[in-house]
T-cell receptor, first 113, second 117 residues
Framework: DAKTTQPPSMDCAEGRAANLPCNHSTISGNEYVYWYRQIHSQGPQYIIHGLKNNETNEMASLIITEDRKSSTLILPHATLRDTAVYYCIVRVGGGNAGNMLTFGGGTRLMVKP | GAVVSQHPSRVICKSGTSVKIECRSLDFQATTMFWYRQFPKQSLMLMATSNEGSKATYEQGVEKDKFLINHASLTLSTLTVTSAHPEDSSFYIC?????????????FGQGTRLTVV
């Protein structure tokens, strides 16, 4: 799986949009971009994933650059409960998606009042 | 989304004893589950892949005789930490993928915090 690079930490004001970047310059054509988050002392939680088109769900939006070498996770209106470590992971999807995930350091997002 | 449940959420045990952690997929069948370990302020590290009806696959550096994995059914995998040592104190997390509907995301249990004293 391709390696990802994320800033170790970010702050965001409550109610504002949180934009979390991720670089994955060595991503392969069949690799998806997945985002998970881990709130303190809990298991990771799936947020969103995409291949090349931008994606949106009830939790967040995922913007993937045209060359797919980077992406941004957007939490449109961050709340204090969004404080967590956010992991960007690239991996092959489809039939191999049952395989394990390789976690990097992630970004520790602190949402402040 | 699919639900993966771990039990217990916290356990304290004495050095030299064994501890069993259960991971259940509550509303789907999982032929494969994964066990991770996370030390404080570090990321998750894969320990092993649990395969229903066959032997687990361990990552390099993980002792298979110390971390016993059993995947006896399509909804249950267990991790037993044998002869626990204080350095085994960690946060253990399992995950599984819900294969229904072409889902590709993994679902995680809530984790088990093990403290060996």
């Amino acid at each position: 799986d391709a390696k990802t690079t994320q800033p170790p930490s970010m702050d965001c004001a409550e109610g504002r949009a949180a934009n979390l970047p991720c670089n994955h310059s060595t991503i392969s054509g069949n690799e998806y971009v997945y985002w998970y988050r881990q709130i303190h002392s809990q298991g990771p939680q799936y947020i969103i994933h995409g291949l090349k088109n931008n994606e949106t769900n009830e939790m967040a939006s995922l913007i993937i650059t045209e060359d797919r070498k980077s992406s941004t996770l957007i939490l449109p209106h961050a709340t204090l409960r969004d404080t967590a470590v956010y992991y960007c992971i690239v991996r092959v999807g489809g039939g191999n998606a049952g395989n394990m995930l390789t976690f990097g350091g992630g970004t520790r997002l602190m949402v402040k009042p | 989304g699919a639900v993966v449940s771990q039990h217990p959420s916290r356990v304290i045990c004495k050095s030299g004893t064994s501890v069993k952690i259960e991971c259940r997929s509550l509303d789907f069948q999982a032929t494969t589950m994964f066990w991770y370990r996370q030390f404080p302020k570090q990321s998750l590290m894969l320990m092993a892949t649990s395969n229903e009806g066959s032997k687990a696959t361990y990552e390099q550096g993980v002792e298979k005789d110390k971390f016993l994995i059993n995947h006896a059914s399509l909804t249950l995998s267990t991790l037993t930490v044998t002869s626990a040592h204080p350095e085994d104190s960690s946060f253990y997390i399992c995950s599984a993928r819900d294969p229904r509907g072409g889902n590709t995301e993994a679902f995680f249990g809530q984790g088990t915090r093990l403290t060996v004293v």
